[in-house]
């Protein structure tokens, strides 16, 4: 069964930085493309970045040059490095994948920036 679990998430001052994981099961991780998505409060849940099977990346304009998405095929899992963090990134981050044409999610991680 296709499972995909957040974590990382927490509190953080403006300026810092946080590191959010995924782990995959139930796929054979190293072929599908994985994607960060994340959803604010009253806001539509939105494509934060995205990496290949190969490693190329893709970032939403609002993240770009601050985050960095990587992925470790070894041990199931894509990782989202979040520097210097704003207050208007504080959301609920989601992994999720496509396989088949159907799309899964994890159940969010929530990160918070103060300021």
């Known amino acids: 069964q296709l499972q995909l679990v957040e974590s990382g998430g927490g509190l953080v001052q403006a300026g810092g930085s946080l590191r959010l994981s995924c782990a995959a099961s139930?796929?054979?991780?190293?072929?599908?493309?994985m994607y960060w998505y994340r959803q604010a409060p009253g806001k539509q849940r939105e494509l934060v970045a995205s990496?290949?099977?190969?490693?190329?990346?893709n970032y939403a304009d609002s993240v770009k040059g601050r985050f960095t998405c990587s992925r470790d095929n070894a041990k199931n899992t894509v990782y989202l490095q979040m520097n210097s963090l704003k207050s208007e990134d504080t959301a609920v981050y989601y992994c999720?994948?496509?396989?088949?044409?159907?799309?899964?999610w994890g159940q969010g991680t929530q990160v918070t920036v103060t300021s």
């Open positions: 999720t994948v496509r396989v088949v044409g159907n799309n899964y």
């Open positions: 139930g796929i054979r991780f190293s072929v599908y493309g």
């Open positions: 990496i290949t099977s190969g490693g190329g990346t």
